[in-house]
Each structure stands twice: as C-alpha cells, then as structure tokens.
C-alpha cells in the first residue's frame, strides 16, 4: 500500500438502467433482469435508450443545456453525479485544482443541416459555393456539422467549474482505456492528485448507428445476450446510451479529506493488435498476463461489444481460464463506445466495496461467481480495434 495508489472516490453512471451507481447496483443484482430495449425507432437496429433525465439537477443553466446537444449533456451530467458522489462539487479549493481526462467521439451531426445541404445540392451546380453558404448561416460559429469532442470537457469545466489540466481523447473504447490509463499514470507518478475520468456516447441518432453501419457492425433482428449473436444476421452490435464518470485520487488525498473509497485502481494495460494479421488472440493473452491476475475465482466485468471477432475472441481468452466467471454488461446497457471502459470499472469498483458479485447477465453462458470478489478484472476489447483491461482491488 502506497500513499500514491489510485483509488476510486467518486462514481457517476447513466445508462437505459437509469441514474447512478446505486440505482445500478440494484438492477444489475437482480437475477434474471431484463434490459430496456427500443427496437421500432431505429429498425432493423435495436438500441438500449437513455431514461428521462432531469437535466437541471446537473446543469443548472437552461443557457449551457440548450447549446450542448445529447451527448455533451449526458457527459457533463454523468461527470456531475461522480464529483457529487466524491463530495467535490462546490468544493472551489478541490474543484479548480482537479484535472481532467474526457473519453470522446465527434459529436453529433446536425442532421437537419446536412438534409438541407443535401436537398439544396439537387438544383444547384455551384456547390462549394453552397456549401460555404450554408456553414455561415446554418451553424454556430464555433462548430462544423458535428461538434468538436474537446467540447465535453469545455462544458464540464464551465458547468462544474473543473478548471485544472484537461486532455480529450478520441478513438471508440480505446478513447476510454486511455483516458482511465493515463489518469492512474497521472496519479501514481505524483503529477496530479485527484483527476476526473469518463466518457458519454448517445446512441438515439442516427449518424452515431452509421458509424458502426459502414463497416457492418450492427446486430440485426431481434435482441439476443450478447455472448449469443455469433452467427446471427448482422455484425454483433447493441449500442446503448450513457454515460459514466470516476474520481480518482491519491490515496492520501482521499484519506486526508474523509471520504470513502470505494476501491483500489491496480494495473491498467492497453494494446492494439493488427487484427487483420490475427494478432488479436495473441494479445488478449498477453494483456491477461500482464495484468497480473490473484489466484483462485475471479469475476470479470467484460466491455465485451457483440461484434463477432472480437467478441469471439475475447470469449475464447476467458474460457481458457476455468477461474474467471465473465459478466457482459453489455446484454443490460448496450455497447457505449468511449464511455465503456470507464463503464466497466465503475462496476467492478461497485462489486468490490459492496463485497458481493452479480449475477449472471446471461445465465445460458455465464458461470456463477461464489465468494466474496476482492479483486475485480474489467475489460474493453475494442469492437474494432485497440484492448484494455483494469484490475480493481478491495480498498
């Protein structure tokens, strides 16, 4: 035990389940529980929406709501509730000293603009003068037809008043290993005491489904686990919205103003195999290694996605361990792209300080989970690309 160890402090989750950590635990404890499911708005497609949201609780301003669409509104709430729950926000000493490490995607599009531009581009040959048109009377200034990804961590900090250093990263799951990497990097090194952590994804828009489309990736047809859509029509993929936000600190920190820890934040290891050259079976073991796993059961928190390679693949990993009992949040929430990663070490941070497993998500494939978890492993192996995994310890 070090005085520079990462431990978690502040939770803050939203998903279709609804709004932070306890109302997900007691959810995700229930066996047999059924996940919120849209399947008409976005057919062929399914979805996991969002729940109805009382935006004032985190964002008081109607001015900040109103010029941040879904996503950033998901993120800052989400990030609100973690500062809550870590008992910072308002808190001006701890608040303007805090860092930040945002997990996030392009934003999105404005889907009327670009109908408008496309409709407009029928009857008109000169369209880069259209186009120039149509982006200085149509939008923002600040904006492009989908919004910057740094603008999350811009509106936390003006809503939450989160004024320290503040980095942004993007690329799907890989955004939210990297986030939680270098915020436990941060922390352990002595550069930064207590940091803010997370992502937000809004699945309910369509550009957001294209993103995953163009390649294939959507599951189609009705809702299955998601450890059984191999061989099913479509790519694998059930997103969902949400949203999920840690405090990290040191432990020293944390002990030093009172507050409670949920866990302990251990190795957090990330990779990016080439896929196509088969690399990724290589590389899931290789990640188990270096993570550094205890003897005897281990109950897994797995970001597992649907897509069939990956998914595959990393279900292959697991197996090959008769000690891990994997549970796939994913069949309950959804894939949540930058915020999935972060999503599943707030659940394994919560099975940890509560001393109790969950149940199997999906009782035809999962193994049951006997004793009490002190160590929890969480993993996000990307749907596309990039791998990452944490091991989280009892405080």
Same mark, same amino acid.
């Given at each position: 035990?070090?005085?520079?160890?990462?431990?978690?402090?502040?939770?803050?989750?939203?998903?279709?389940?609804?709004?932070?950590?306890?109302?997900?635990?007691?959810?995700?404890?229930?066996?047999?529980?059924?996940?919120?499911?849209?399947?008409?708005?976005?057919?062929?497609?399914?979805?996991?929406?969002?729940?109805?949201?009382?935006?004032?609780?985190?964002?008081?301003?109607?001015?900040?709501?109103?010029?941040?669409?879904?996503?950033?509104?998901?993120?800052?709430?989400?990030?609100?509730?973690?500062?809550?729950?870590?008992?910072?926000?308002?808190?001006?000493?701890?608040?303007?000293?805090?860092?930040?490490?945002?997990?996030?995607?392009?934003?999105?599009?404005?889907?009327?603009?670009?109908?408008?531009?496309?409709?407009?581009?029928?009857?008109?040959?000169?369209?880069?003068?259209?186009?120039?048109?149509?982006?200085?009377?149509?939008?923002?200034?600040?904006?492009?037809?989908?919004?910057?990804?740094?603008?999350?961590?811009?509106?936390?900090?003006?809503?939450?008043?989160?004024?320290?250093?503040?980095?942004?990263?993007?690329?799907?799951? !890989? $955004?939210?290993? /990297?986030?939680?990497? =270098? +915020? %436990?990097? #941060?922390?352990?090194?002595?550069?930064?005491?207590? @940091?803010?952590?997370?992502?937000?994804?809004?699945?309910?828009?369509?550009?957001?489904?294209?993103?995953?489309?163009?390649?294939?990736?959507?599951?189609?047809?009705?809702?299955?686990?998601?450890?059984?859509?191999?061989?099913?029509?479509?790519?694998?993929?059930?997103?969902?919205?949400?949203?999920?936000?840690?405090?990290?600190?040191?432990?020293?920190?944390?002990?030093?103003?009172?507050?409670?820890?949920?866990?302990?934040?251990?190795?957090?290891?990330?990779?990016?195999?080439?896929?196509?050259?088969?690399?990724?079976?290589?590389?899931?073991?290789?990640?188990?290694?270096?993570?550094?796993?205890?003897?005897?059961?281990?109950?897994?928190?797995? !970001? $597992?996605?649907? /897509?069939?390679?990956? =998914? +595959? %693949?990393? #279900?292959?990993?697991?197996?090959?361990?008769?000690? @891990?009992?994997?549970?796939?949040?994913?069949?309950?929430?959804?894939?949540?792209?930058?915020?999935?990663?972060?999503?599943?070490?707030?659940?394994?941070?919560?099975?940890?300080?509560?001393?109790?497993?969950?149940?199997?998500?999906?009782?035809?494939?999962?193994?049951?989970?006997?004793?009490?978890?002190?160590?929890?492993?969480?993993?996000?192996?990307?749907?596309?690309?990039?791998?990452?995994?944490?091991?989280?310890?009892?405080?």
């Amino acid at each position: 035990m070090s005085s520079h160890d990462v431990v978690i402090s502040g939770i803050g989750l939203v998903s279709s389940l609804g709004e932070g950590p306890d109302a997900h635990w007691r959810k995700l404890v229930q066996p047999g529980l059924e996940p919120v499911l849209e399947a008409a708005r976005f057919s062929p497609y399914t979805v996991h929406p969002l729940p109805e949201i009382d935006w004032n609780l985190q964002i008081a301003k109607r001015g900040d709501q109103r010029q941040m669409e879904t996503w950033q509104r998901l993120g800052t709430y989400a990030a609100g509730m973690a500062l809550d729950d870590a008992g910072i926000k308002g808190n001006d000493d701890l608040c303007t000293t805090m860092d930040m490490v945002v997990a996030a995607g392009g934003g999105e599009r404005d889907e009327a603009v670009d109908a408008d531009i496309l409709a407009a581009s029928e009857s008109r040959n000169d369209r880069d003068v259209l186009l120039n048109e149509k982006l200085t009377t149509e939008l923002r200034p600040t904006l492009f037809l989908a919004q910057l990804s740094n603008l999350l961590a811009g509106n936390i900090s003006i809503v939450h008043k989160v004024t320290g250093s503040s980095r942004t990263f993007m690329g799907e799951e !890989g $955004a939210g290993v /990297a986030a939680v990497e =270098t +915020a %436990a990097a #941060r922390i352990r090194s002595g550069q930064s005491t207590h @940091i803010l952590v997370g992502g937000a994804f809004q699945t309910e828009h369509s550009d957001m489904l294209l993103g995953y489309e163009l390649a294939g990736y959507l599951h189609r047809g009705p809702w299955r686990p998601v450890w059984q859509r191999q061989g099913l029509d479509g790519g694998g993929v059930v997103t969902g919205s949400g949203g999920a936000f840690l405090v990290l600190e040191q432990r020293e920190h944390a002990i030093s103003r009172g507050r409670k820890i949920y866990a302990e934040l251990g190795p957090v290891v990330s990779g990016r195999a080439i896929r196509r050259q088969g690399e990724l079976d290589a590389e899931i073991a290789a990640l188990l290694s270096q993570a550094a796993l205890p003897n005897g059961e281990l109950l897994t928190i797995s !970001g $597992a996605s649907g /897509a069939h390679a990956a =998914t +595959a %693949a990393e #279900r292959s990993a697991l197996d090959a361990n008769p000690a @891990i009992a994997a549970r796939g949040f994913s069949t309950l929430t959804g894939h949540m792209k930058e915020a999935q990663f972060p999503f599943a070490v707030a659940l394994a941070a919560l099975a940890v300080e509560r001393k109790a497993a969950y149940p199997a998500f999906d009782a035809a494939t999962e193994k049951p989970f006997n004793g009490i978890p002190r160590t929890v492993l969480a993993t996000a192996i990307g749907y596309h690309q990039f791998e990452g995994m944490a091991l989280v310890n009892a405080a």
